[in-house]
C-alpha cells in the first residue's frame, strides 16, 4: 500500500520538495478515483 510506505518514509525524516505538494495531491486524488481501476469510462478497457 503507497499510503502506507509514504507514511512510514515521512516518520523516517523523509521531507516532501513543497514545490512537489500539488503534483502529490493530485497523484493521491487520482490513484483514490475511479479513474485508474480500468472501469472503461474513457474506452481504455
Known sequence: ???AV???A???GFELD???QPAVDAYV???NSDDW???GKD???
Open 37 to 39: 481501476k480500468g472501469e
Open 6 to 8: 509514504y507514511a512510514a
Open 43 to 45: 474506452g481504455d478497457e
Open 18 to 20: 513543497p514545490e512537489l
Open 10 to 12: 515521512l516518520a523516517d
Open 1 to 3: 500500500d503507497w499510503a
Open 29 to 31: 486524488e487520482w490513484a
